[in-house]
């Protein structure tokens, strides 16, 4: 199954169990690509005592995953693209919405 995130929340539990998903959908054998719309971009910001959002990042990137983030919403927020998150555009989230066997939204 081809599975597509896509992360616009910046509610640290609701980011750090989105990329959970993820990483256990790629161990299922599953491929996944997450895109960060919006105030989901700051995902990267959340870390928490609790929720080691960065942890779940790396994980879900080092199983096979691919993590994206919109350019206009980074640029917005005067960020940029990095190794974790490539920088993306609409016509990357619109190639996981129409790959995508199964869409979801966090």
């Known amino acids: 199954m081809k599975l597509g995130i896509v992360i616009y929340s910046t509610d640290a539990e609701t980011v750090w169990n989105a990329f959970r998903?993820?990483?256990?959908?790629?161990?299922?054998?599953?491929?996944?690509?997450?895109?960060?719309?919006?105030?989901?971009?700051?995902?990267?910001?959340?870390?928490?005592g609790k929720f080691k959002i960065s942890e779940q990042m790396q994980g879900l990137l080092d199983n096979?995953?691919?993590?994206?983030?919109?350019?206009?919403?980074?640029?917005?927020?005067?960020?940029e693209g990095d190794k974790i998150c490539s920088l993306s555009t609409m016509k990357d989230l619109y190639e996981i919405v129409e790959q995508s066997d199964k869409l979801v939204t966090f």
């Open 64 to 79: 096979g995953g691919e993590i994206l983030a919109c350019g206009t919403c980074l640029d917005l927020r005067g960020q």
């Open 21 to 48: 998903l993820g990483s256990f959908a790629l161990k299922e054998g599953d491929e996944v690509k997450a895109f960060l719309l919006a105030s989901g971009v700051e995902c990267q910001t959340l870390d928490t």
